[in-house]
């Protein structure tokens, strides 16, 4: 019964994204479910190392840049096949997670922070630095469309983009929950909260974060080169500012250390980014204003919020007790 | 010019700009302990308010540098009101005050880029001295860059060391809860210090936009560097972040000169991250012995 | 009312863990108490919550006539309560001067801080020849003696000492015994807490025994049948009520 009711939002979460693209057919509103797809699969696989794991990532833009670049490369460079190119931007994400991975051997909390911060903006120099094999300052324009047969996935309002995008969505959002519930996302949670207790059980510290964070750079890398697909061009824009402060915003604003939240996070912030997209420097100054006062008045997010509207929603509807029910201390509690 | 000359030129003014900038950055690190990833957006807004009062009020560039750090100090007080104090003492707070102080750099380049707009602009030399040492030249600001980082960091170390309030800021970095026993009330001290920090990076701002132009995301390269030198330095000691800002200064003359200017940060930030594993207390670092 | 310090029904914890179940107690004008149990009892958290480095959960803590509920550990410091903490590694790189007169300045003293330095030299006679050393290269005993000295220097009305004597030598310990005697003699109130039940009576008027979180027994510190009755209690308490 309980596991009935776990499983039963599967299907029904497939057949909402199956469904999607036929009530929003406009190339506009169509455009805007792909970018919440990418966002979402972006943000939820960031959120395994910021959220669940409790490491200070802040290279996961990085590996985004990296699948997208590397993808972008060989689909210009070489003629490889594009559906191929994607798996490999997994690869070539998960191999530069290593690199990104060092720093977290030796550190903890913050300096992680900043090491990982500096290898993100590291991507940009050095991609700068390689202008033959990465076009420098002007990025890689032409890259080849992806088409299935003889149909592009561009045709129709960029349908096939969309269920490209929806189906690694669904995917990534099946892995995530498997992995939060499965021993490794139990050790996370473990080391996260009580590390002292969680090694001294026999929980590598080192092995497990590895594995959480090349699972996450791997995801980040597919999604990069589905941006670079889905675009046509790549530039130093990826590793930037705007998009590393628009998933933070996700994250947070859906509620760090939640499944779904960061799914939440990225259609809201995809929504309102869009529709600022003509205020010029006021959407960006929306956007940093929302991280903040999410920050200050909701720090677990939407997710946090729905949460504590469901205990609330069951404790009205519970079976009647002689007590007069105090709302306030689901609040309280830490 | 020998190539020597010019190292020790670009060492000089590239070490001084990051000193300025690290040294605030140590001292939030040391008595917060946090990082204000907010520091270089900080930086570019001084720079601009700097421009901002020297062209509406005509005054001296010095007045208006005066001027803005004033401003500045004002606004680094509100900033750390709104973005630093609400987070720090909650559970994962260090990663919460990370986000706050990332989003307040898009608020403020943002902002910068709605205020100022999108044409380029420059502060005039900060002086007209020139000073030749054994074949390698400094002028104009360079020059006042050379002499004005370490002068104003050194008055810092003497506020620290001499006074009732470096005293407090002292006792606060060294053990923050018998500090609250005595009677120090720790956000006062946090506020001190984050306007002192902003000060400092106004300065280093209005110096770097007097050598080249101001744009909204001016302060991103210095912050980083500054990151290295707190890497290197070993973040928390000033006299390590001294070492540090002229080590990072050096290091990077030399790696521009040989290796060009797309490498150099590479081979720079290559060098943290080896620090960081080979050392994570910092290069410089000695263990404070508490018998 | 007379009270310095009244503690009414005082609960307080970390998280789950329930480590003060309504505690109270009262410490009169004048008067000095000590209070005595196990450690890991509530001893320390019950300190905590008096200089407000800790947030009780429910009851009302009254100083001088009035409710702490508001205030910062500043604001009481400016009262008059002075907190020494348990094992302070004090501030390894100030000077025993630098420190002494911090703590003066810092609880609003810093026209008077000669007056109390030479004051608080005279009790710990120790501290003027070790004056100019960083704090953190003191002695165990030393470094008990400064911190101290620096609640001395900030005036208190209601000095609570935590732990003055733990982890020293039984020499030092009672050097630092004679130093609290002294430090008795020049403040009004004290609260006295040791793991050495001798000199807690011996400098007390009062005590408190505190078991799990709660009054057990209190008394008279110099009646001689209390103290066996007391002693008796906490130790086999002691022994298999351990948390």
Same mark, same amino acid.
């Given at each position: 019964?309980?596991?009935?009711?776990?499983?039963?939002?599967?299907?029904?979460?497939?057949?909402?994204?199956?469904?999607?693209?036929?009530?929003?057919?406009?190339?506009?509103?169509?455009?805007?479910?792909?970018?919440?797809?990418?966002?979402?699969?972006?943000?939820?696989?960031?959120?395994?190392?910021?959220?669940?794991?409790?490491?200070?990532?802040?290279?996961?833009?990085?590996?985004?840049?990296?699948?997208?670049?590397?993808?972008?490369?060989?689909?210009?460079?070489?003629?490889?096949?594009?559906?191929?190119?994607?798996?490999?931007?997994?690869?070539?994400?998960?191999?530069?997670?290593?690199?990104?991975?060092?720093?977290?051997?030796?550190?903890?909390?913050?300096?992680?922070?900043?090491?990982?911060?500096?290898?993100?903006?590291?991507?940009?120099?050095?991609?700068?630095?390689?202008?033959?094999?990465?076009?420098?300052?002007?990025?890689?324009?032409?890259?080849?469309?992806?088409?299935?047969?003889?149909?592009?996935?561009?045709?129709?309002?960029?349908?096939?983009?969309?269920?490209?995008?929806?189906?690694?969505?669904?995917?990534?959002?099946?892995?995530?929950?498997?992995?939060?519930?499965?021993?490794?996302?139990?050790?996370?949670?473990?080391?996260?909260?009580?590390?002292?207790?969680?090694?001294?059980?026999?929980?590598?510290?080192?092995?497990?974060?590895?594995?959480?964070?090349?699972?996450?750079?791997?995801?980040?890398?597919?999604?990069?080169?589905?941006?670079?697909?889905?675009?046509?061009?790549?530039?130093?824009?990826?590793?930037?500012?705007?998009?590393?402060?628009?998933?933070?915003?996700?994250?947070?604003?859906?509620?760090?250390?939640?499944?779904?939240?960061?799914?939440?996070?990225?259609?809201?912030?995809?929504?309102?980014?869009?529709?600022?997209?003509?205020?010029?420097?006021?959407?960006?100054?929306?956007?940093?204003?929302?991280?903040?006062?999410?920050?200050?008045?909701?720090?677990?997010?939407?997710?946090?919020?729905?949460?504590?509207?469901?205990?609330?929603?069951?404790?009205?509807?519970?079976?009647?007790?002689?007590?007069?029910?105090?709302?306030?201390?689901?609040?309280?509690?830490? | 010019?020998?190539?020597?000359?010019?190292?020790?030129?670009?060492?000089?003014?590239?070490?001084?700009?990051?000193?300025?900038?690290?040294?605030?950055?140590?001292?939030?690190?040391?008595?917060?302990?946090?990082?204000?990833?907010?520091?270089?957006?900080?930086?570019?807004?001084?720079?601009?308010?700097?421009?901002?009062?020297?062209?509406?009020?005509?005054?001296?560039?010095?007045?208006?540098?005066?001027?803005?750090?004033?401003?500045?100090?004002?606004?680094?007080?509100?900033?750390?009101?709104?973005?630093?104090?609400?987070?720090?003492?909650?559970?994962?707070?260090?990663?919460?005050?990370?986000?706050?102080?990332?989003?307040?750099?898009?608020?403020?380049?943002?902002?910068?880029?709605?205020?100022?707009?999108?044409?380029?602009?420059?502060?005039?030399?900060?002086?007209?001295?020139?000073?030749?040492?054994?074949?390698?030249?400094?002028?104009?600001?360079?020059?006042?860059?050379?002499?004005?980082?370490?002068?104003?960091?050194?008055?810092?170390?003497?506020?620290?060391?001499?006074?009732?309030?470096?005293?407090?800021?002292?006792?606060?970095?060294?053990?923050?809860?018998?500090?609250?026993?005595?009677?120090?009330?720790?956000?006062? &001290?946090?506020?001190?210090?984050?306007?002192?920090?902003?000060?400092?990076?106004?300065?280093?701002?209005?110096?770097?936009?007097?050598?080249?132009?101001?744009?909204?995301?001016?302060?991103?390269?210095?912050?980083?560097?500054?990151?290295?030198?707190?890497?290197?330095?070993?973040?928390?000691?000033?006299?390590?972040?001294?070492?540090?800002?002229?080590?990072?200064?050096?290091?990077?003359?030399?790696?521009?000169?040989?290796?060009?200017?797309?490498?150099?940060?590479?081979? &720079?930030?290559?060098?943290?991250?080896?620090?960081?594993?080979?050392?994570?207390?910092?290069?410089?670092?000695?263990?404070?012995?508490?018998? | 009312?007379?009270?310095?310090?009244?503690?009414?029904?005082?609960?307080?914890?970390?998280?789950?863990?329930?480590?003060?179940?309504?505690?109270?107690?009262?410490?009169?004008?004048?008067?000095?108490?000590?209070?005595?149990?196990?450690?890991?009892?509530?001893?320390?958290?019950?300190?905590?919550?008096?200089?407000?480095?800790?947030?009780?959960?429910?009851?009302?803590?009254?100083?001088?006539?009035?409710?702490?509920?508001?205030?910062?550990?500043?604001?009481?410091?400016?009262?008059?309560?002075?907190?020494?903490?348990?094992?302070?590694?004090?501030?390894?790189?100030?000077?025993?001067?630098?420190?002494?007169?911090?703590?003066?300045?810092?609880?609003?003293?810093?026209?008077?801080?000669?007056?109390?330095?030479?004051?608080?030299?005279?009790?710990?006679?120790?501290?003027?020849?070790?004056?100019?050393?960083?704090?953190?290269?003191?002695?165990?005993?030393?470094?008990?003696?400064?911190?101290?000295?620096?609640?001395?220097?900030?005036?208190?009305?209601?000095?609570?000492?935590?732990?003055?004597?733990?982890?020293?030598?039984?020499?030092?310990?009672?050097?630092?015994?004679?130093?609290?005697?002294?430090?008795?003699?020049?403040?009004?109130?004290?609260?006295?807490?040791?793991?050495?039940?001798?000199?807690?009576?011996?400098?007390?008027?009062?005590?408190?025994?505190?078991?799990?979180?709660?009054?057990?027994?209190?008394?008279?510190?110099?009646?001689?049948?209390?103290?066996?009755?007391?002693?008796?209690?906490?130790?086999?308490?002691?022994?298999?009520?351990?948390?």
């Amino acid at each position: 019964m309980a596991n009935f009711r776990t499983w039963a939002g599967w299907p029904l979460y497939a057949l909402v994204l199956g469904l999607l693209p036929l009530v929003f057919t406009d190339p506009h509103s169509r455009l805007l479910l792909i970018l919440i797809t990418m966002y979402g699969v972006l943000a939820l696989s960031w959120n395994l190392t910021l959220g669940f794991a409790g490491i200070f990532n802040f290279a996961q833009i990085g590996f985004f840049g990296i699948g997208a670049y590397t993808a972008a490369i060989l689909s210009t460079r070489t003629g490889i096949d594009p559906w191929l190119a994607i798996p490999i931007s997994g690869v070539s994400a998960v191999l530069a997670s290593l690199v990104a991975f060092l720093p977290v051997l030796r550190l903890r909390g913050i300096y992680v922070g900043l090491a990982t911060y500096v290898f993100s903006q590291l991507c940009i120099y050095l991609v700068l630095g390689q202008a033959g094999l990465t076009g420098g300052s002007n990025g890689i324009v032409g890259i080849p469309r992806l088409t299935l047969g003889e149909t592009s996935l561009r045709a129709d309002g960029r349908l096939g983009y969309y269920f490209l995008g929806a189906a690694l969505l669904f995917a990534v959002t099946l892995l995530v929950r498997l992995l939060t519930r499965s021993t490794l996302g139990m050790s996370l949670l473990a080391l996260r909260d009580n590390e002292p207790l969680a090694t001294s059980r026999g929980v590598s510290r080192v092995r497990q974060h590895l594995i959480v964070f090349m699972i996450g750079a791997g995801v980040a890398g597919v999604a990069g080169s589905f941006n670079a697909f889905l675009n046509g061009v790549v530039s130093t824009d990826i590793f930037g500012f705007g998009y590393l402060t628009l998933l933070l915003s996700m994250i947070f604003l859906g509620g760090s250390g939640s499944v779904y939240g960061p799914v939440a996070g990225a259609v809201v912030v995809t929504i309102v980014s869009d529709a600022l997209q003509d205020a010029g420097p006021w959407r960006d100054i929306v956007i940093a204003a929302l991280i903040v006062v999410v920050l200050w008045a909701a720090p677990k997010g939407l997710a946090g919020l729905a949460r504590q509207a469901l205990t609330v929603f069951r404790r009205d509807r519970g079976p009647v007790t002689a007590e007069p029910v105090h709302v306030q201390t689901s609040k309280e509690m830490p | 010019m020998s190539s020597l000359s010019v190292v020790l030129t670009s060492t000089l003014v590239l070490g001084g700009l990051y000193l300025l900038m690290a040294a605030g950055l140590t001292l939030i690190w040391s008595t917060l302990r946090v990082f204000n990833f907010g520091h270089g957006a900080l930086l570019m807004f001084g720079a601009y308010l700097t421009w901002t009062l020297l062209t509406t009020t005509g005054l001296p560039l010095v007045v208006a540098l005066i001027g803005a750090v004033v401003a500045m100090a004002a606004i680094g007080a509100i900033y750390e009101f709104l973005l630093v104090s609400p987070f720090i003492k909650r559970p994962n707070g260090d990663m919460l005050v990370m986000v706050a102080t990332l989003a307040a750099t898009m608020l403020l380049q943002s902002g910068a880029q709605l205020i100022w707009g999108p044409e380029l602009k420059q502060l005039p030399p900060f002086g007209q001295g020139r000073v030749e040492v054994a074949g390698s030249v400094a002028q104009g600001t360079q020059l006042v860059t050379i002499v004005l980082a370490p002068l104003l960091v050194g008055l810092l170390a003497l506020v620290l060391k001499r006074t009732g309030i470096g005293l407090t800021v002292r006792a606060l970095e060294q053990n923050r809860e018998h500090a609250q026993l005595l009677g120090i009330a720790p956000r006062r &001290v946090y506020l001190f210090v984050v306007m002192v920090a902003v000060g400092l990076a106004t300065v280093a701002g209005a110096l770097l936009a007097s050598m080249q132009f101001m744009t909204p995301a001016m302060g991103a390269d210095p912050l980083l560097r500054a990151f290295v030198v707190l890497a290197f330095g070993g973040a928390g000691s000033l006299a390590g972040t001294i070492t540090g800002a002229y080590a990072i200064g050096l290091l990077e003359a030399l790696t521009t000169y040989y290796f060009g200017l797309s490498w150099s940060p590479v081979l &720079v930030f290559l060098a943290m991250i080896i620090i960081m594993l080979v050392k994570p207390e910092g290069l410089l670092h000695t263990r404070v012995r508490s018998a | 009312m007379t009270d310095l310090l009244n503690v009414d029904t005082v609960t307080a914890g970390y998280g789950q863990a329930k480590v003060l179940r309504g505690i109270s107690l009262r410490v009169a004008q004048g008067e000095a108490i000590g209070l005595l149990g196990p450690n890991g009892h509530g001893k320390t958290t019950l300190l905590r919550c008096l200089s407000r480095l800790h947030r009780p959960e429910s009851g009302t803590i009254t100083f001088a006539g009035r409710d702490t509920a508001n205030n910062s550990p500043r604001d009481l410091v400016r009262r008059g309560l002075i907190h020494v903490p348990q094992g302070s590694r004090l501030f390894p790189q100030l000077s025993v001067e630098e420190a002494l007169r911090l703590s003066a300045a810092s609880s609003g003293h810093s026209r008077s801080w000669r007056e109390s330095l030479e004051r608080v030299y005279s009790v710990f006679p120790r501290l003027k020849e070790r004056r100019g050393q960083l704090t953190g290269t003191l002695s165990g005993g030393e470094r008990q003696m400064a911190s101290l000295g620096m609640g001395l220097m900030a005036q208190p009305t209601l000095l609570i000492l935590d732990e003055p004597t733990l982890g020293l030598s039984p020499k030092v310990k009672h050097e630092l015994s004679e130093c609290i005697a002294r430090v008795r003699a020049e403040v009004s109130s004290i609260i006295l807490v040791d793991g050495d039940m001798e000199l807690v009576l011996d400098l007390t008027d009062r005590y408190y025994v505190v078991l799990h979180g709660d009054i057990v027994q209190s008394g008279a510190s110099d009646a001689d049948r209390s103290r066996e009755a007391m002693m008796s209690l906490f130790l086999g308490g002691a022994a298999d009520e351990q948390p």
